[in-house]
């Protein structure tokens, strides 16, 4: 299964970045969802050649849950917590010969902004890709690929390689991670200068308030219009009625509005 | 506002003929007055109209006035009050998603917030780089518009948007950048916006007070409280939208020295994704069948050639023509459509309620009275089975017009 996606470019240096993720209702440390599936499209494209790299604690034990998808080893960029890792991840992918880099498009932990593949893209120079769900296509140094829309949509795109692209869960589904992959992989750690994060350290994060619920509200003026605003039905009229016509004069209306709107393709 | 007058020269001869039955209540009573004794006096029987249902009725909000002599057409509507503002000191600037070339409700609550910013002095400002349908900026709270009518801007163009974006900033230098946090485009454009200008944006916005803003930090479990930055990009209901003035919409030109930048990324379009496999509560064009739809191949074959997802009724699903997960309404999916197309669909709260999100819904059905007919923005009454194949042989006709020309 994994044979026929992997032959679309045996030659391709693809790069996955991962975060550390949390347990969505018991905050426990855990691979990042988002992550997990720029691995598994990383294997997709690159098979064993596939670089995954984190920047953050060698120590931490859920990033062997990444290991345990079928990699031998994970090369770590030493950063304490809070660091800004922008300029240690920006110096280590100069200095590499990637030419895709695939990241999650927002952290499970710390601040979430989603900024960080824009920003490296950035700093680097290359093209960014958002919601990539598929590489289709790849040759001379253009690939050709899908992107995720809201409501389940795709576009496909031509973007020059070396690129960044930013999956999100519409991007296809991580591989189970396997205990004995996770034991046997390999940490690898690089040192690297930290860069501390000066607003996360005067502003720490807070757990999160609920948010307040919006009322409807009625601005009426008077207890007869406040009634009726409570009581009222599917408000009526606004609306074209079209009767007694032929039906192609209706499917005519119809048709129009469908285009009028786009939808029809 | 026109007040026209209306004459019912029926009453006006029952008001002539003293010895019709109905003369009394046409008479004109005053419903109160001062006696010669000078005591207030108030005549009951004269206050209050005789509703539809033919019982009396009282209503004291003072808009109704009590059997007046006088009909006329309904009034206009009322005007909001003009907020102006000449010189502004100082712009908010507002990039709008404008899905479907209109204002999203996302949309008016980040022009809400950016009227919040602005204050008296400052103008809110809305950048809008394609065609659009919109006709409600003004109560929506745009004080100046920029349109970016550069065809190269109109597709999905994020790089030259921002190339575009940079050059109104080096230009106004606005006190804030607003866009939405949404996948629609305005999370992506935000993000480069800030990356290209390094502001360090507030993401996930979701209340702004006091020169602090609150925005969800990590998967949602967590907060983060920060100063207002320059750029925010907030979430939806940050706040709530402008209802109560009328602003200026003026137009604004666009940056004369836009960098043209050769895009690296080139769109190709959308691509055809089997709408069967959309979820429903996503999809954003929804044919729904209900009890009215007679023939259910005819059924399927326009949703395949509309290219819809297809949505039932309770009553078309529990006779077993649609499956269990495909029912809309309050017991099965609420749905998010932009258009939804309800064909032979009563309109029962129910249904209603789970389409309570959709744009525009058009109604096919025989009966002009029913509820969903109420609630569509087009109806067309008649036979489902007749108009469905019209629209059938409408849209192959367009299809194979479009190939012909094409060719
Ligand atoms: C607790 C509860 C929960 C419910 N939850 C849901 C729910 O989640 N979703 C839901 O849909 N319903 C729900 N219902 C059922 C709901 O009350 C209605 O019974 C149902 O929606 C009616 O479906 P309908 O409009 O298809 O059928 P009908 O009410 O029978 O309407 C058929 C319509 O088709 C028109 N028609 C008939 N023949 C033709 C023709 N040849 N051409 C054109 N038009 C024609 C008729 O004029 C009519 O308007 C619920 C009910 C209860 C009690």
Redesign the pocket.
């Known amino acids: 299964m994994l044979h026929n996606t992997a032959q679309a470019s045996p030659a391709l240096n693809v790069v996955a970045l991962v975060s550390v993720g949390a347990h969505p209702s018991s905050g426990r440390a855990r691979r990042a969802e988002q992550d997990a599936r720029a691995v598994e499209l990383g294997l997709r494209l690159a098979g064993e050649q596939l670089e995954v790299l984190h920047a953050g604690d060698p120590q931490q034990p859920a990033l062997r849950s990444y290991l345990g998808m079928g990699l031998q080893q994970l090369h770590v960029i030493e950063q304490p917590a809070q660091a800004d890792v922008i300029s240690a991840l920006h110096d280590y992918l100069q200095d590499s010969d990637a030419q895709l880099i695939l990241t999650g498009s927002q952290a499970e932990t710390g601040e979430g902004s989603g900024m960080l593949p824009f920003l490296l893209a950035e700093q680097l120079g290359w093209p960014m890709v958002v919601g990539l769900t598929e590489v289709e296509h790849i040759g001379n140094g253009i690939a050709q690929v899908l992107q995720a829309l809201p409501r389940g949509q795709r576009r496909r795109l031509k973007v020059r390689l070396p690129f960044i692209a930013s999956l999100d869960n519409a991007a296809p589904a991580a591989r189970q991670s396997a205990f004995g992959p996770a034991r046997r992989g390999e940490l690898l750690s690089h040192a690297a200068e930290a860069n501390p994060d000066a607003l996360l350290s005067e502003s720490p994060l807070q757990p999160a308030r609920p948010r307040p619920k919006r009322l409807k509200i009625i601005t009426a003026k008077t207890g007869a219009e406040r009634m009726k605003a409570a009581t009222a039905k599917a408000s009526g009229g606004g609306g074209q009625i079209i009767k007694g016509d032929s039906p192609e004069a209706g499917a005519e209306a119809i048709f129009k509005l469908l285009v009028d709107e786009g939808v029809l393709r | 506002m026109s007040e026209i007058i209306r004459r019912d020269p029926h009453a006006e001869w029952i008001a002539r003929n003293r010895l019709h039955p109905l003369h009394a209540t046409l008479q004109k009573s005053p419903e109160r007055w001062m006696s010669a004794a000078g005591v207030v006096r108030k005549n009951p029987h004269a206050v209050g109209f005789i509703g539809p249902e033919g019982i009396k009725r009282i209503d004291r909000s003072g808009a109704q006035s009590a059997s007046a002599g006088k009909r006329s057409a309904a009034p206009a509507a009322v005007q909001l009050p003009l907020h102006r503002v000449e010189q502004p000191a100082f712009h908010i600037c507002v990039v709008p998603d404008m899905v479907g070339g209109r204002l999203s409700s996302h949309d008016k609550d980040l022009l809400g917030l950016a009227r919040s910013l602005a204050g008296n002095n400052g103008a809110v400002l809305a950048i809008i780089f394609a065609e659009h349908k919109e006709q409600a900026f003004d109560t929506a709270g745009v004080d100046r518009l920029m349109h970016f009518t550069d065809d190269s801007l109109a597709g999905y163009s994020p790089e030259l948007r921002v190339l575009a974006l940079s050059a109104v900033e080096a230009q106004l230098k606005p006190r804030h950048w607003l866009l939405p946090d949404s996948r629609n485009g305005g999370g992506e454009l935000g993000r480069r916006l800030a990356a290209k200008l390094s502001e360090r944006p507030a993401t996930r916005v979701w209340q702004v007070a006091d020169g602090q803003c609150i925005g969800r930090a990590g998967a949602g479990r967590e907060d983060s409280q920060r100063a207002l930055p320059r750029l925010i990009l907030a979430a939806a209901e940050c706040a709530s939208p402008v209802s109560e003035t009328r602003h200026e919409c003026l137009a604004m030109a666009t940056p004369e020295n836009l960098a043209h930048g050769l895009p690296r990324i080139e769109d190709c379009g959308a691509v055809a994704v089997d709408p069967a496999l959309i979820p429903m509560a996503e999809a954003e064009f929804i044919l729904s069948?209900?009890?009215?739809?007679?023939d259910w191949t005819q059924f399927h074959q326009a949703a395949e050639i509309l290219g819809a997802t297809e949505g039932?009724?309770?009553?078309?699903?529990d006779d077993g023509f649609m499956p269990r997960n495909r029912?809309?309404?309050?017991?099965?999916t609420w749905v998010t459509a932009r258009v939804y197309l309800a064909?032979?669909?009563?309109?029962?709260?129910?249904?209603l309620?789970?389409i309570g999100a959709c744009d525009k819904v058009v109604a096919?059905?025989?009966?002009a009275n029913?509820d969903?007919v109420k609630r569509a923005d087009l109806s067309v009454i008649?036979?489902?089975?007749a108009?469905l194949g019209a629209l059938i042989a409408r849209i192959n006709a367009h299809r194979h017009g479009g190939i012909r020309d094409a060719a």
Request: charged fraction near 10%; include cysteine.
């Open positions: 069948g209900g009890n009215g739809v007679s039932a009724s309770r009553v078309a699903v029912q809309v309404g309050a017991t099965g064909v032979g669909i009563s309109g029962a709260v129910q249904h309620q789970g096919v059905n025989k009966d029913c969903m008649g036979d489902s089975a108009i």
